[in-house]
């Protein structure tokens, strides 16, 4: 099963008070939090983010293009930690 790793890991903070370190390196796991764990309520970046994922799975993007998506929507939510990109 070919789970569509990134190249690299997206850190979030999650939990009731954002104090606990997420890291998503998957797109199982950006599906995961984006559908059952999102913190905030639903912005743009995050449907965009949602529909980047179903791309992958149904094999019509390439996985750095969700994972582009997911750190946008985790920007968007203010819970980005850190997207893996050099600053």
């Known amino acids: 099963m070919n789970i569509h790793r990134f190249d690299r890991p997206v850190s979030i903070a999650l939990g009731p008070a954002g104090n606990k370190l997420h890291v998503v390196s998957n797109i199982k796991q950006a599906e995961e939090v984006l559908l059952k764990r999102w913190p905030k309520e639903a912005g743009s970046k995050h449907l965009a983010a949602c529909q980047a994922v179903q791309a992958v799975l149904k094999g019509r993007r390439k996985a750095v293009f969700a994972r ?3 750190a ?3 920007r968007e939510a203010a819970i980005l930690i850190d997207d893996g ?3």
Do not use: C, G, M
């Open 68 to 70: 582009i998506a997911f």
């Open 85 to 87: 990109d050099a600053q």
């Open 72 to 74: 946008d929507a985790a």
